[in-house]
Structure formats: structure tokens, C-alpha cells
């Protein structure tokens, strides 16, 4: 067989041959034909780097051409005229002497013979002004295909610009309009509190468990402030029963404050979805129904009268 028969129809008999044989190869036949193959693809691949680099030397010349008919007015649409009529005969795209004439133009002063062992790809690639070491570097040295992309890839690591940390707290939008805020707690001690604060809460909704914690008054404040005016002329016993009444107080009427706030943002969620259809807000509805029963019952027993509104007998 002559190994150098490298027309298309043998390649395409080889190649089908290859995968119908169901027989193991020779091997020293494989390795031969690997490496005849092997050779074969550098020279053409050298031959189509130096073709293609003619290319954009004459697109070079021919754009050089163009652009000295612009300089004089009254051949201007001669010019449009010749180029149109150029693109017609040659099938070619509007900017496809631009972009063979900017790769000649880049390279013009480097040696054809250190562009030799590029693929046109990574020719193309180096044009970038991002890489103009490389082209520097051609200038006097041959490069591989191998070693210009290395040279690339640290020039791309270099600029790549350090990802911006994400937000602690940042809104979020689905496909369906819907709005959620993003919140990422890296305290693992804090996370684990907010959890147990939550299981053991009453609430069976997240986000109101959150609008909870966010609106629960500071009661110790206010008792420290009632204990530390202590009279003199007070048995202790006296004034420390007196403070416990007074702490108790507090305590009775920041839980009734608490159960009227929920109540009322309950009856506001009702209002809203009263009329809905949506699964997951009828479960809200559900929900806020559920709660509301045991905050007036839990009212009553404060000695409040659960049959007023919540918002009328809120401050």
C-alpha cells in the first residue's frame, strides 16, 4: 500500500476499514499508518498556516488599494461599485477583506517563517491587543501552537479579575415575578440558634417566624429601668413584691401587644388572599385562620375581649 496515497477517497476507505474490521490490527501496521498519518496533517497544516497567511497579506493590499480610492472624492461610488461587484463574483461577505487585511496588518512585521507551527486559529486568537507579548515574542522567536496558547492562557489568568464576594443579603426574581430575599448567615453558632428559635416558636411559616423576631420589643430594658428607681422607705419585701407585679404587668401586656400584632397581620394576609385560587396562598389563609383562633383564645385568657379588632385595639 503507498503510505503517501492520501486522496480523499482512500482516506475515506481507510477510515471506514478501520472501524468496520472486527479482527485486532497489526500493530506495527497501526503505528505506521498512525504516524504516516501524523506527518501527513503537520505539512498540511503547516501549508494551510502559510496559505493562509497570503491571504491576509494580499486582503492587506487589496483593503490598502480600497482605501486610496476613498481619499478622493469623485471615485468614492466608483469604489462601492467595484466592491459590490467583487463580493458578487467571489460570494464573499461585506467584511471579509477587513478581517484577512487586520491579521496582515498585525503580523506584517513579523517573519512568516515564526508563524510556520501556528494553526490559523491561534493566529487569529493573537490579534487580540491583549496579546501583543506574544506577537512581540514572534518577532524573533518561532513559536508551537502549544506554546503560543500557554502564553495566552496566563495572559487571560493575569486579567481575569477576582469574583466579587456575594452579597450577605440580596433580592432574587424567578421566571415567574416572583420576589425572595437571599440571605447567607456564614455563622454557623447564629444559624443554629435562628433554627432552634424557630422550632420551638409557635409559628409554622418561616417568613413570619422572621417578621416575629424583627418586631419583638426589648421588655428587660423597660424593667430595669422600673427597678432601679427603688424607694428607701419601702420595706423590701414590699417593694420586691411590688416589682414582680410591675414585671408581670409588662410581661401581660407585651404578650397582648405581641398577640394583636400577629393578629392583625394575620386579617391583613386574609384581606389579601380572600379570594385566591393559588394552592400555596390558600395555605397561607389556612394558616392565618389556624393562629388566629389560638391568639384570641390565648386574649381571652389575658382578659381581653377577642371579639374587637385587632387593629382597634392596637397603639
Known sequence: MNHRDFSPVRVKNTVTAIAQFEQPLDQNF??????????????????????????CESA????????????????????????????EKYGWTQNLVSSFAKIGEFFSEVDERNLEL?????????TSEKYESVRQQLMSDRLTTLQARQQMANINKALKKPKKPPEIMEW????????RLLIRLEDEEAGKELKKQ??????????????QLLRRPKFEEQIQVICAASPTDVDDSVWQEAQNEVATYIESQAEIQDLLTKINRNEQFLERYASTTCPSERLIVSVCLEE???????????GVESGASARSLLP
Open 30 to 55: 497501526l503505528a505506521d499508518e498512525i504516524f504516516t498519518s501524523a506527518e501527513f496533517f503537520a505539512n498540511e497544516l503547516k501549508k494551510a498556516t502559510q496559505a493562509f497567511l497570503r491571504a
Open 60 to 87: 492587506l493590499i487589496l483593503k490598502t488599494e480600497f482605501d486610496k480610492i476613498l481619499d478622493v472624492p469623485k471615485e468614492r461610488k466608483l469604489l462601492a461599485q467595484q466592491r459590490q461587484q467583487i463580493q
Open 118 to 126: 501556528l494553526d490559523i486559529h491561534t493566529i487569529k486568537t493573537a
Open 172 to 179: 432574587e426574581t424567578d421566571k415567574d415575578g416572583a420576589v
Open 198 to 211: 424557630y422550632q420551638e416558636s409557635e409559628e409554622t411559616c418561616f417568613p413570619f417566624f422572621i417578621r
Open 292 to 302: 388566629n383562633s389560638r391568639h384570641r383564645k390565648r386574649l381571652q385568657e389575658l
